[in-house]
């Protein structure tokens, strides 16, 4: 991070704007950081202490999902059969891959012993 930043100082320091960011953008990035950086990596890392990595990776498939409900509810986008299909199918395999939902297996036969 420290040799990010020194990199790119120079960059940042020629295209510094002309006036200073309003309440609103400041806020907006203040938000963001805190929100959804900081406050997301805190619950990440906790998520990977009690549950190991591979189910914390499950995760990853629930954003497609997200993202079409915020496009639904935010943007007005209109929600057809085949995204809910899609979404139906990606909680199905987050459920099987996390262990929350369990096929049923058949018992294997007894072996009976040879005369």
């Known amino acids: 991070m420290i040799g990010a ?4 100082i120079p ?3 020629a295209q ?7 309440w609103k953008e400041t806020g907006s990035v203040l938000a963001l950081a805190v929100l959804g950086t900081a406050v ?4 990440l890392f906790r998520v990977l202490r009690s549950d190991g990595a591979a189910r914390m990776s499950l995760v990853t498939y629930l954003l497609p999902a997200t993202a079409l409900v915020y496009g639904v509810t935010l943007l007005g986008e209109s929600l057809t059969v085949e995204e809910l299909i899609g979404m139906v199918l990606i909680f199905g395999g987050v ?4 262990g929350g939902v369990r096929l049923l297996r058949r018992e294997p ?5 040879a005369p």
């Open 5 to 8: 930043t020194l990199v790119l």
């Open 109 to 113: 036969a007894a072996a009976t012993p």
């Open 16 to 22: 510094l704007p002309s006036h200073v960011p309003g």
């Open 95 to 98: 459920a099987l891959g996390s």
């Open 40 to 43: 997301a990596q805190i619950l």
């Open 11 to 13: 960059f940042g320091l």
